[in-house]
């Protein structure tokens, strides 16, 4: 497997402009993640999907930010408009939603910069 | 939610077992315990996951005592490339918890 696939690797966008991540889940996986990491406040959960069903969405800073599942194996995290305290990297990570603990796999991240 | 506590940073030498605690005094009875690392510039990577006792892989050993209410990663003759932050996760995401990152060690290992 390819494991999970986000795109794109690198962005630079101006201020104001909407930004749009793309995360590909693991294949047969039904639990999607979306993590953003600075080195001021670490790795964060902003909000996850369980079945395309969002579950908790209270680590999403504010309306400016807004994450779908448009089917069972892919997600976008949106942000619109942009601030230059957006610039972080963005992790999606995919699961398989089992009662025996669960392991999370995660994506090589998406960095963005806002200028 | 369990939180957890772990050294902010460690500094090791090639060759040395390393063993890195993580303190979660509120795990509740159902959480398991992962550990996850990360390297520069990559996303986060699973290493073990344990619910008590001891759970060993081929990359390490986790032991867990039998309150729950702390466990040890442990990293055999480590070598430069385990240079990277470890998280101690606690937590059943799947059962209406998350699974949040606190702040990980850093770990640093010297030639």
């Known amino acids: 497997d390819a494991g999970v696939i986000q795109s794109p690797r690198h962005e630079v966008t101006e201020m104001g402009q909407e930004v749009t991540l793309r995360c590909k889940l693991i294949?047969?996986?039904?639990?999607l993640f979306w993590y953003r990491q600075t080195m001021m406040r670490g790795l964060e959960l902003l909000i996850y999907?369980?079945?395309?069903?969002?579950?908790?969405d209270s680590g999403m800073p504010e309306d400016r930010f807004s994450a779908k599942m448009p089917n069972a194996s892919f997600s976008t995290l949106k942000i619109q408009p942009s601030e230059p305290r957006d610039s972080a990297v963005y992790f999606c990570?995919?699961?398989?939603?089992?009662?025996?603990?669960?392991?999370?796999?995660f994506g090589e991240g998406s960095w963005l910069t806002v200028v | 939610l369990a939180k957890t506590t772990q050294p902010i940073s460690m500094d090791s030498y090639e060759g040395q077992e390393v063993n890195i605690t993580c303190s979660h005094n509120?795990?509740?009875?159902?959480?398991?315990i992962t550990w996850y690392q990360q390297f520069p510039s990559q996303g986060p990577r699973f290493i073990i996951q344990?619910?008590?006792t001891k759970v060993t892989n081929e990359v390490a050993s986790l032991f867990i005592p039998a309150d729950r209410k702390s466990s040890t990663l442990s990293l055999p003759r480590v070598s430069l490339s385990d240079t990277a932050v470890y998280y101690c996760?606690?937590?059943?995401?799947?059962?209406?918890?998350?699974?949040?990152f606190g702040q990980g060690t850093e770990l640093s290992v010297k030639p």
């Open positions: 344990g619910y008590k």
């Open positions: 509120n795990i509740a009875t159902n959480d398991y």
């Open positions: 294949s047969g996986h039904n639990s």
């Open positions: 996760l606690v937590g059943v995401y799947n059962q209406g918890g998350k699974l949040i």
């Open positions: 990570a995919s699961s398989l939603d089992r009662v025996s603990g669960n392991t999370i796999y």
């Open positions: 999907f369980n079945n395309n069903v969002p579950i908790d």
